[in-house]
């Protein structure tokens, strides 16, 4: 599960990596330790690309910065599947679209030419020509005529059928959680064959049985859904040899290389296990390597890899490819590691009803990362927050990794806009207390909800996964659920007393602010006028927010006051207010437990999906004020090899790309393994 943030207004980021040194020096320019560090790259559309650094790089041996390197290889050796995935199309899109913009000799000033870039741009940050967040199709701003001559001049072929779809409305929606359109029928995801329906595809894993069934394998996890040339459903496995082996053997490349220069043996066998599920497809395999690398926890270095996230799959089967690459902060690891010591207190006085309470809280460690690297779902639009596994299952006996990206917050609170704050909140009090709790609110949340809220509950005996019972609507329930754990907790004394805050009612009445304002308004800015809400984080957040101000209204917990035409929603009682987060965090635990799919749909949709329109268009209006782009993400660190004469690696540089353009051409040159059909 990821937490994601909204810069300024929260926001997701990106980061990706990049191998081959003789080829970066043209996009590639040495870190100046002396001059300021520069956190924005540019800016266009509502998006604003960032750099981070690698604090402490120096600091870690040649084998362990080998590993590193090694690691981000391997990440950024599978960035084409994630373009695949996202749209059957997307891969001869944008090949199309970067021969274009390599070759095209014509008038580069004109506003046609301007708003060419900025697509090329977004579909770049998005991985697709979907919006990364929305994932409505992103609409050009130049005409189909344009992009012909364009096409004409550079000798760029592309189908008439594919060129003419970036214009028009066909696979207008990456994913849809809309039932009447069709969860399926009304998807552009390339995880379905167009024409199977939604009960065929329920049918078929129906049918699918795990030799135990107190450990179900995540079936459909690692596979795309076809029908075979009898009309027979069948799974296409993203294995060596399978459907995206050309790119699979280049991760598994770069994972042995890895392998050979872990920490420790533990570390080395989780890597194995890796290695064997991407040259098997095996699904008992990666609950075996999951198993192994949640048990390898000694070391400096650490990773995500693999099929892994399910927001993307309509019906919440099949995992998105996403890499990530860490290396540990030892400061705030050991402040935050407090945390993951009391699971079990925060456990025992949940409000959760106690058949539904877990009885022992196993391994959940946690640990505040520096990245070295993203890739995939995770790249350009990264996570602040990441816990796994995502089996409840492995979850409950073995536990779960939490971290939470240091680095990544950090070149977010350094590149925020001003203004905005003071703009939405509601008067002098909560401007100050967001100014002076922000920060660790922020940071006690993502603890709170990585490490204490998805470990929390157990699922009743008999009641099938959460993707299973909850269906189209377990994603957003979920990290709704692990925001309610954050939320019930942040106003409690305990936090004070295990010494990770000096004042906790201070810093629990910045964070109900904070929280009651993006979900009922701010983050509204992400939205068309006009639109549902479709991204499971923003549902959350609304249908959390939206259910506890309903709820609240009799005794008037939190006031929504217009001012000079302006809205804003006061908290009149954050007590009451913390115990309906606590009413609310019992019920959806209940409806995970018990697997209540019409209690769940009825919260997602009366709270969560639609918008109040009018309040809508104040926001947007509101906003208009202010230059920063509504969504952040970012180029990677440049990670460059110094080779001896025999061709040894002696030491590894770290160089900050120049333009967001030349890191994605780089990638294309340098990681494009993938056929442009698959």
Not at 198 to 209: H, I, M, S
Not at 364 to 376: C, D, L, M
């Amino acid at each position: 599960m990821k937490l994601l943030k909204i810069a300024g207004f929260f926001t997701t980021l990106a980061v990706s990596v990049i191998c081959n040194a003789q080829v970066t020096k043209n996009i590639a320019v040495k870190n100046n330790e002396k001059a300021p560090f520069d956190y924005v790259v540019e800016q266009f559309a509502d998006i604003k690309v960032l750099r981070y650094q690698i604090p402490d790089w120096e600091n870690l041996t040649l084998k362990e910065q080998k590993l590193v390197y090694y690691l981000t290889q391997a990440g950024t050796s599978g960035r084409d599947i994630m373009w695949d995935q996202h749209y059957k199309y997307n891969l001869k899109i944008r090949k199309a679209l970067e021969n274009i913009y390599k070759n095209y000799k014509g008038d580069k000033t004109s506003g046609d030419w301007k708003n060419f870039e900025i697509y090329l741009k977004r579909v770049w940050f998005s991985n697709g020509i979907h919006h990364h967040y929305s994932s409505d199709k992103i609409k050009p701003s130049f005409s189909a005529a344009y992009f012909s001559s364009l096409m004409k001049a550079t000798n760029t072929a592309l189908s008439p059928t594919i060129a003419a779809i970036i214009f028009n409305d066909v696979d207008t929606k990456r994913v849809n959680l809309d039932e009447s359109k069709g969860l399926l029928e009304g998807s552009a995801i390339n995880f379905y064959d167009k024409g199977i329906s939604l009960k065929e595809a329920e049918d078929f894993y129906a049918k699918k049985t795990s030799p135990d069934p107190k450990k179900p394998y995540s079936y459909g996890l690692n596979s795309k859904l076809v029908r075979d040339a009898k009309g027979q459903l069948t799974e296409k496995v993203w294995k060596s040899g399978g459907m995206y082996g050309i790119a699979i053997d280049k991760i598994v490349y770069w994972l042995e290389k890895a392998k050979a220069v872990a920490e420790n043996k533990k570390q080395a066998d989780a890597l194995g296990l890796l290695i064997s599920y991407y040259k098997t497809g095996s699904l008992k395999t990666w609950d075996d390597y999951n198993i192994a690398w949640l048990d390898a926890t000694e070391g400096n270095i650490d990773y995500i890899n693999g099929f892994i996230e399910v927001y993307n799959d309509p019906l919440g089967y099949r995992g998105s490819y996403e890499g990530i690459v860490q290396i540990k902060d030892f400061d705030m690891s050991a402040k935050m590691e407090v945390v993951s010591k009391n699971a079990q207190w925060f456990e025992d006085n949940s409000p959760l009803m106690p058949e539904h309470k877990k009885k022992n809280v196993v391994g959940v460690s946690y640990k505040t990362v520096i990245v070295a690297g993203e890739s995939g779902d995770a790249s350009p639009s990264t996570p602040i927050g990441v816990n796994l596994p995502n089996a409840d299952w492995i979850r409950a006996e073995h536990g779960s990794k939490s971290v939470s990206l240091g680095n990544i917050i950090d070149s977010y609170a350094k590149a925020a806009g001003k203004g905005k704050l003071e703009e939405f909140a509601n008067d002098e009090q909560e401007i100050a207390l967001a100014k002076k709790y922000g920060e660790i609110g922020d940071k006690m949340h993502t603890a709170l909800h990585e490490v204490v809220g998805h470990a929390s509950g157990q699922i009743n005996p008999g009641v099938g996964t959460p993707k299973e019972s909850l269906k189209s609507y377990a994603s957003t329930l979920e990290e709704g659920r692990a925001d309610l754990v954050g939320l019930y907790y942040l106003y409690n004394p305990k936090l004070q007393e295990l010494g990770l805050v000096d004042d906790w009612k201070k810093l629990g009445m910045e964070s109900y602010d904070s929280y009651i304002r993006n979900g009922l308004m701010t983050q509204l800015v992400r939205l068309e006028l006009g639109a549902n809400i479709e991204e499971a984080h923003m549902r959350n957040r609304q249908w959390v927010s939206s259910w506890v101000f309903e709820k609240g209204q009799k005794d008037n917990i939190i006031e929504k006051i217009t001012r000079n035409g302006k809205t804003y929603f006061n908290i009149t009682d954050y007590e009451k207010l913390h115990d309906l987060f606590g009413q609310l965090l019992r019920e959806v635990q209940r409806i995970k437990s018990e697997g209540d799919f019409n209690a769940g749909k009825a919260l997602v949709e009366n709270y969560g999906v639609k918008v109040d329109q009018k309040l809508h268009a104040e926001v947007l209006e509101r906003n208009k004020q202010f230059a920063s782009a509504a969504y952040s993400g970012f180029v990677n660190p440049v990670l460059v090899p110094k080779l001896d004469k025999t061709g040894k690696i002696i030491s590894i540089e770290i160089q900050q790309p120049k333009t967001f353009a030349e890191q994605m051409l780089q990638y294309s040159k340098n990681f494009g393994f993938l056929p442009l059909e698959n």
